[in-house]
C-alpha cells in the first residue's frame, strides 16, 4: 500500500508474478501482535483452504476473506488486528510451493514464531534428510504450531494427484481484502469487541463499506440501519428496526411503507456524536453493529416462524440489483447469480451507469431506498415456509404480511394472510411451484422478476402479479422446448426433464379441478422417475425402450425414489398408494388409470406399453401446449 493510500480497502491478489498487487507484496510488512493469540489453525482448517482454492476452475475469480490492519506509521509496517490465522496459513502455503516472497511477517515478541517462519523452507528440507547431513537448525527454537502446519501444507500438495503448477496459476485470481483502519483508532476497544463477535469480515460488509463511503456522516447513519435491517433475513423488515425508526418508515400499524424520501429519514434519526466515532464507524463497516435496533426477538410471540426462500443476504442483494439497475445494463451482468462475486457484480454496474464521482454517490443513496422497498413487498408478497409451535410440528406455504396490534406501548407483531392477495390463490401455488422447480439460488430469476415487478406496481391487482409470474413459466418452458427440439423430443429425456416441466403440469391440473385436488401442496419432488420401470427386476418382466417418454415419467421426492426404482406400475399401486395418494396429481392420474378388476390389472404392463402411457402423454402434453400456445 502505498503511504497515500493507509485509510483504505485495498484488494489483492494471493499471488502473482511481479504484481504489486500481491498480499505478500515487498511493500506489505506485517507485524501479528502480542495479542493476538499464537498460530492454531488445525489439519482441517488448513486443508480446506487449499481445497477451497484448488476446486476453483482455473480463471475463476474467488474471495477467500480479509485482512483488518492497522498502518503503525514510525515503524512502516502494517499491525494485523483480525485475519492472522488465514495469512499466516498462506505464507506458509506459498513458500512451501517454493514462490518468491519476502519474509514479512514478524510475530511481535515471540522468538520461536519468527525463527520457524524465517526458515520453514529449509526446515521442510531437512524432514527428507539423514539426521548428520541435517542444517545447524536449533530445533529449540522452532514453533511446534507452525511446523505442523507446514507439514500438513506439504502432506496436501506433494500428492501425486496434485497439481502445483494449476495451483499456483489459480493464485492470481483469488483475492483478499485489506482494510486499513483510522490512524486514531482504539485498538485495544476494537480488539476486544472484535475477538468477543468472533467474525470475518464477508462480502456484504465490504460492499457495504464501499456504498457507505460515498456518503456524508449523516446519510452513512440511517444507511447502516437500513442495511442492517435488511441483512437479517429471518423475520420482516418491520421488526429489524428501534420503534422510532419502525413507526415512522411503515406508520403506527407498521403495516405500509411510507413514502419517504432520503432526507426525511436523515432527520428523523439523531445522529450521536461521541467521542468514540472511529470504533463505532469500522463496526459499521464490519456489518457487526450490536442489534441496537432490535427491540423485539424473532417473532418469539406469533404463532409461527417464517423462513425465507432467499436465506442469503448476498443473494438477496444480487437479486435487488438486478431489479434496480437499467435493463440494459441487467442484460451485461451475468446471468447466473454468484454470491462469490457480490462486490464484483455491483462494482460491475456501478461502472456501467456511472460516469463520475457524484453519479456514483447517487447510485448508493438511490440504492439503499430500493433495497428497503424491495425487501419489504418481498416480505409481504413472496411466499414462506411457516413453521407451527403445536405437537405436530406443523409445516405450510404461508404469503402472510405484518401489522403491529394492541396499545401503544406493549405493541407486538401479528401476521395475517396477506390482504391484496387473498383472492388469488393461485399466487401462492404459482409461487410454490417456482420455489420447488429451481431450488438453486444461481437460478431463482423469478425472484428478480417479482422484486422488479412489486416495487414498481404494488398498488396494482395482484392478478396482474399471478399473470406475470405464469407467464414467467411459460417462457421458460418455451425456451426448453425449443432448445431441446433442435436435437431431439422435448418430452422424451428421460431424468433430464426439468423440474418446471412436472410442477407447472402439476399447477394446471389443480388449477383447473381445485376441488378434486384440494389436498394438492408443491413439495420438493425432485427426482423424475419412470412409472414403467427403467430397470425391471431380473427376469421379472421386459425391459422397455420408450421409459423415457414423457407420459412414463413422474417426480417424487428423493426419499421415496428408491422404493419406486424396479416396481412393475400395479405393484407400485399396491404398495405405496398412501404415498401415491400425497404425490403429484400427474402422479395420482397415472396410478388411477390402472383398473381394479385382477385380470386387467395383470396385463397391465403391457396395455401401459401399447397403449395407455401415449394416451395419458397426450393429454398432459395437450394440457402444457394449450397453455403456453405452441
Given at each position: ?16 508474478q511481479?504484481s ?14 502480542l ?6 489453525w ?31 506509521k ?6 494485523v488486528?483480525?485475519?492472522?490465522q ?14 518468491d516472497i ?12 519468527n ?29 511446534r ?11 496436501k ?16 485470481h ?34 457495504k463499506a464501499?456504498?457507505m ?54 432527520k ?12 463505532q464507524?469500522?463496526?459499521q ?28 443476504y448476498?443473494y ?35 461502472n ?29 408478497y413472496?411466499?414462506?415456509?411457516e ?28 401476521y ?15 409461487q ?18 417479482s422484486?422488479k ?12 402479479f ?18 431441446t ?6 418430452f ?12 407447472y ?40 425402450k ?29 404398495t ?35 397403449k ?17 400456445r405452441?
Amino acid at each position: 500500500m502505498s503511504n497515500s493510500n493507509h485509510n483504505a480497502i485495498n484488494e489483492k491478489v494471493i499471488y502473482e508474478q511481479n504484481s504489486s498487487h500481491n498480499i505478500f507484496g515487498k511493500d506489505m510488512n506485517y507485524i501479528i501482535p502480542l495479542y493476538q493469540r499464537e498460530f492454531a489453525w488445525t489439519d482441517t482448517e488448513i486443508e480446506q483452504l487449499i481445497e477451497d482454492i484448488n476446486d476453483r476452475k482455473e480463471a475463476e475469480q474467488y474471495f477467500l476473506g480479509s485482512l483488518i490492519l492497522y498502518y503503525r506509521k514510525d515503524e512502516n509496517r502494517y499491525e494485523v488486528i483480525d485475519g492472522q490465522q488465514r495469512l499466516t496459513a498462506l505464507f506458509l502455503l506459498l513458500k512451501l510451493l517454493k514462490l518468491d516472497i519476502p519474509n514479512n511477517i514478524d510475530y511481535e515478541c515471540r522468538e520461536k514464531a519468527n525463527y520457524t517462519l524465517n526458515h520453514i523452507e529449509k526446515l521442510s528440507k531437512d524432514r527428507f534428510i539423514k539426521n548428520e547431513n541435517r542444517s545447524a537448525f536449533d530445533y529449540e527454537k522452532i514453533d511446534r504450531n507452525l511446523e505442523h502446519g507446514a507439514r500438513v501444507i506439504e502432506n496436501k500438495i506433494n500428492k501425486k494427484d496434485f497439481d502445483k503448477k494449476t495451483f499456483i496459476s489459480k493464485l492470481k485470481h483469488v483475492k483478499m481484502y485489506a482494510i486499513t483502519v483510522p490512524e486514531n483508532t482504539d485498538l485495544n476497544q476494537y480488539f476486544e469487541i472484535m475477538n468477543v463477535r468472533g467474525e470475518q469480515l464477508e462480502q456484504t460488509d465490504i460492499l457495504k463499506a464501499r456504498l457507505m463511503g460515498k456518503m456524508p456522516i449523516g446519510e452513512q447513519e440511517i444507511f447502516a440501519d437500513i442495511w442492517n435491517a435488511c441483512s437479517d433475513m429471518t423475520g420482516y423488515i418491520q421488526m429489524h428496526f428501534n420503534k422510532e425508526l419502525r413507526e415512522r418508515i411503515f406508520g403506527p400499524k407498521w403495516n405500509e411503507l411510507r413514502e419517504l424520501d432520503r432526507e426525511d429519514l436523515i432527520k428523523s434519526k439523531k445522529i450521536e456524536n461521541n467521542e468514540n466515532s472511529n470504533i463505532q464507524n469500522i463496526l459499521q463497516i464490519k456489518g457487526n453493529m450490536m442489534d441496537t435496533n432490535k427491540d423485539i426477538t424473532d417473532n418469539e410471540d406469533t404463532e409461527g416462524k417464517f423462513r425465507s426462500v432467499v436465506s442469503s443476504y448476498s443473494y438477496f442483494l444480487l437479486h435487488t440489483l438486478k431489479a434496480f439497475v437499467k435493463p440494459e445494463t441487467e442484460k451485461l451482468l451475468d446471468k447466473l447469480l454468484d454470491d462469490r462475486n457480490l462486490v464484483e457484480t455491483f462494482e460491475e454496474a456501478i461502472n456501467i451507469e456511472c460516469e463520475t464521482e457524484e453519479d456514483q454517490k447517487e447510485f448508493s443513496k438511490n440504492f439503499i431506498m430500493f433495497l428497503l422497498k424491495a425487501r419489504y413487498v418481498f416480505d409481504k408478497y413472496i411466499v414462506k415456509r411457516e413453521y407451527f409451535r403445536d405437537e405436530e410440528r406443523r409445516e405450510d406455504w404461508s404469503l402472510k404480511e405484518l401489522e403491529g396490534c394492541g396499545q401503544q406501548s406493549k405493541k407486538k407483531p401479528n401476521y395475517i394472510n396477506t390482504k391484496s392477495c387473498e383472492k388469488y390463490d393461485n399466487l401462492l401455488k404459482l409461487q410454490t411451484c417456482l420455489r420447488v422447480s429451481y431450488t438453486s439460488p444461481k437460478i431463482m430469476h423469478w425472484i428478480t422478476e417479482s422484486i422488479k415487478w412489486l416495487v414498481n406496481n404494488e398498488d396494482k391487482d395482484m392478478y396482474q402479479f399471478e399473470t406475470m409470474l405464469e407467464e414467467f413459466i411459460k417462457a421458460e418452458i418455451r425456451e426448453y422446448i425449443d432448445r431441446t427440439s433442435k436435437d431431439g423430443d422435448a418430452f422424451r429425456q428421460g431424468a433430464d426433464t426439468p423440474h418446471i416441466l412436472f410442477n407447472y403440469l402439476d399447477y394446471l391440473l389443480w388449477k383447473n379441478d381445485k376441488k378434486a385436488y384440494s389436498d394438492f401442496k408443491f413439495e420438493f419432488r425432485n427426482s423424475v422417475e419412470h412409472w414403467y420401470p427403467q430397470n425391471p427386476s431380473s427376469g421379472t418382466f421386459d425391459s422397455w425402450k420408450d421409459v423415457d417418454t414423457f407420459g412414463n415419467l413422474c417426480i417424487v421426492q428423493s426419499s421415496i425414489n428408491s422404493k419406486f426404482s424396479n416396481l412393475t406400475p400395479a405393484s407400485k399401486q399396491d404398495t405405496y398408494k398412501e404415498i401415491i395418494n400425497k404425490g403429484s396429481i400427474k402422479l395420482r392420474i397415472m396410478c388411477n388409470m390402472i383398473p381394479k378388476d385382477g385380470e386387467l390389472k395383470n396385463r397391465w404392463n403391457e396395455e401401459w406399453k401399447q397403449k395407455e402411457c401415449k394416451i395419458h402423454e397426450e393429454e398432459m402434453r395437450k394440457i402444457i401446449e394449450n397453455a403456453i400456445r405452441i
